[in-house]
Nanobody, 115 residues
Framework: QVQVSESGGGLVQPGGSLRLSCVASRSIFRVSVVDWYRQTPGKERELVAKITTSGETAYASSVHGRFTFSRDNDLNTAYLSMGSLTLEDTEDYYC?????????WGQGTQVTVSS
């Protein structure tokens, strides 16, 4: 059974940093394109960042220059390092491991930016 799980969310002050982790089953991780999405109830889901199997990354304009996406294939883990956080970054963050057009989602992790 394929599993994807996120961790690392929490409460942080404006200007602070957090690192989110996405762990996926070994059977899929190396061949997965991994995406991070974020969503607040009532708002449209936003693609925040993606990383290909070769480590190429792309970011939404709203986070470019503040977020860094990396992956460690030996640990089956992808990391989203978030810096210079603002109130607008308060969302639920979801990891999607995509393999040959199949999506495997985690349960999400909550990020709250508040003073």
């Amino acid at each position: 059974q394929v599993q994807v799980s996120e961790s690392g969310g929490g409460l942080v002050q404006p200007g602070g940093s957090l690192r989110l982790s996405c762990v996926a089953s070994r059977s899929i991780f190396r061949v997965s394109v991994v995406d991070w999405y974020r969503q607040t109830p009532g708002k449209e889901r936003e693609l925040v960042a993606k990383i290909t199997t070769s480590g190429e990354t792309a970011y939404a304009s709203s986070v470019h220059g503040r977020f860094t996406f990396s992956r460690d294939n030996d640990l089956n883990t992808a990391y989203l390092s978030m810096g210079s956080l603002t109130l607008e970054d308060t969302e639920d963050y979801y990891c999607d491991a995509r393999v040959y057009s199949r999506d495997f989602w985690g349960q999400g992790t909550q990020v709250t930016v508040s003073s």
